[in-house]
Nanobody, 120 residues
Framework: QVQLVESGGGLVQPGGSLRLSCAPS????????MGWYRQAPGKQRELVAS???????NSADSVKGRFTISRDNAKNTVYLQMNSLKPEDTAVYYC??????????????WGQGTQVTVSS
């Protein structure tokens, strides 16, 4: 089965930047709607940013002006550029997307999660 694979997490100092990537584990036709979520210890998972198949984006108030979601349709990859990171951004980040295969079948998939830690 096709899965979503995330990369790009790590440890960064406050004020630093990271870029997360999310791509399917094998060739697909397209990624439909897609979102980045995060879950900090003891907290509920929350939506950070989303992007539609047409490229329209939305983001949580807490990350507006700092995080940018984008997509490369040729690579079927979605990115989350995170700038001016704060300690409160520390969480496991997950991507979620609806994947369309060449036969028209669609799958709603979650990535395995990638840890982002913002600390000095």
């Amino acid at each position: 089965q096709v899965q979503l694979v995330e990369s790009g997490g790590g440890l960064v100092q406050p004020g630093g930047s990271l870029r997360l990537s999310c791509a399917p584990s094998r060739s697909i036709f397209s990624i439909q709607g897609m979102g980045w979520y995060r879950q900090a210890p003891g907290k509920q998972r929350e939506l950070v940013a989303s992007i539609t198949s047409g490229g329209s984006t939305n983001s949580a108030d807490s990350v507006k002006g700092r995080f940018t979601i984008s997509r490369d349709n040729a690579k079927n990859t979605v990115y989350l550029q995170m700038n001016s990171l704060k300690p409160e951004d520390t969480a496991v980040y997950y991507c979620n997307a609806v994947l369309r295969l060449t036969d028209g079948t669609t799958y709603d998939r979650w990535g395995q999660g990638t840890q982002v830690t913002v600390s000095s």
